[in-house]
């Protein structure tokens, strides 16, 4: 099956109760036994519920996975990865890193004995000088948020193979349409499934793919025994929002890049991060493992001050300032103070988030509005 279809049927079939077309909401905590332990594969809804299993189904597929498992919200995905591991066991991160994920490790993992190290992923050697002997993961964020770095997968996973260290992709931005991992060697996949995944800023929700029966099984585990779960409501929206992944994401990639060219001519417009362009530099790497570039688009101003950013933030009419990404609509955001305001400024600065970086998520409307809008706010 192709991807096209794949979003529409892989996993998903008519239900076997009553023919309903559409994956029902089993609205339901626990489910009738026949004699204690005779029953149909369901006993209690955070252990197993239908519209999960249909979606985790579906996800795996996506992904060319084996195994999908959802979680209440990619962090909560994130942190059952973590406790695949033990105190002691070391991590090597992205220092271009979503600021929760960040958070995590440093504020709640490393308390447990977890270590992190955070290094730039553009070059093999920082990866390979930051790994010890008590490395267990590396934890890959590409493009990057958000500066929309891209990290070759392919090379990473080679790497950990040889040194017995997992990789876990985190695929948020680029969703499944655009690449996966798993097919470049990755372990595991990670998804916020409130992004592109919903697609229409309605739900909160996360997922982790993988393709080792082994480690499904502990993450299942993780999953029932600690016990943050989706319920059925979020799983069928985000089952809906699966269906139209293809056309959103091929129409934001299309404006995103209309959007990046529009503002690299800008004079107003200091410097647009987009790995599109054939001067970004992994721009041959995006090409080679990407579908397209994704609709993610950052740039600074030339006056490259916090107050000149906000003139540009509060006056935008169609892109509404706001946290989140990957929805139907286009939003606009300013990371130092927003998604990436636990990272101190110093650290950012290294990684060029200056004070003036403006993130767009370009949505699906009509590109002609959008480039409007974003003409009248930066003047
Ligand atoms: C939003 C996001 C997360 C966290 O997901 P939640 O669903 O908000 O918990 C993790 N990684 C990336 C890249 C994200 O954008």
Redesign the pocket.
């Known amino acids: 099956m192709k991807f096209g279809t794949k979003v529409i049927h892989a996993g998903i079939y008519p239900d076997k109760a009553t023919g309903a077309v559409m994956t029902p909401i089993y609205q339901t905590s626990t489910y009738a036994q026949e004699s204690p332990g005779k029953h149909k594969g369901y006993e209690y809804s955070r252990t197993q519920n239908p519209t999960r299993a249909v979606l985790e189904a579906n996800l795996a597929a996506l992904e060319n996975a084996e195994y999908g498992l959802c979680f209440a ?4 995905a ?1 942190d059952a990865i973590f406790r695949l591991l033990n105190p002691g066991d070391e991590i090597v991160a992205s220092n271009d890193l ?1 600021g ?2 960040y958070r995590q490790i440093t504020k709640v993992h490393e308390r447990y004995g977890l270590k992190g190290h955070f290094v730039p992923m553009n070059d093999l050697s920082n990866i390979k000088e930051a790994v010890n002997e008590n490395t267990r993961l590396i934890w890959v ?1 590409t493009p990057t ?1 958000p500066m929309l770095n891209i990290v070759d997968i392919k090379e990473i996973c080679d790497f950990g193979r040889e040194a017995g260290i997992w990789v876990c992709v ?1 695929n ?2 680029a969703s499944p349409y655009l690449q996966n991992p798993i097919d470049l060697g990755a372990d595991m996949v ?1 998804h ?4 592109y995944l919903g697609g229409h800023s309605d739900v ?3 997922a982790v793919v993988v393709k080792d029966g082994a480690v499904a099984e502990q993450l299942a585990f993780i999953q029932n025994s600690v016990g943050a779960i989706p319920g059925p409501q979020d799983c069928f929206l985000v089952l809906r929002g699966i269906k139209t992944l293809h056309l959103r994401v091929q129409r934001a990639c299309d404006n995103a890049a209309m959007i990046a060219a529009f503002l690299a001519d800008h004079p107003k417009v200091k410097h647009v991060y987009w790995p599109g362009f054939k001067d970004h530099p992994n721009h041959e790497i995006a090409k080679s493992q990407m579908r397209d570039f994704g609709g993610m688009v950052s740039f600074n101003l030339i006056e490259d001050s916090t107050e000149a950013a906000n003139r540009v933030l509060s006056n935008t009419a169609i892109f509404t300032l706001a946290e ?2 990957g929805g139907v609509e286009s939003l606009i955001g300013h990371p130092a103070s927003m998604t990436h305001a636990a990272i101190p400024r110093e650290e950012r600065m290294k990684v060029g988030l200056t004070d003036s970086l403006i993130r767009l998520s370009v949505g699906v409307e009509d590109v002609d509005d959008l480039i409007q809008d974003l003409k009248k706010a930066i003047g």
């Open positions: 919200s990619g962090l909560a994130m979503y929760g994920s964020e948020n985190d948020t931005f990670l916020s499934a409130t992004k909160v929700m996360g989140s990404l």
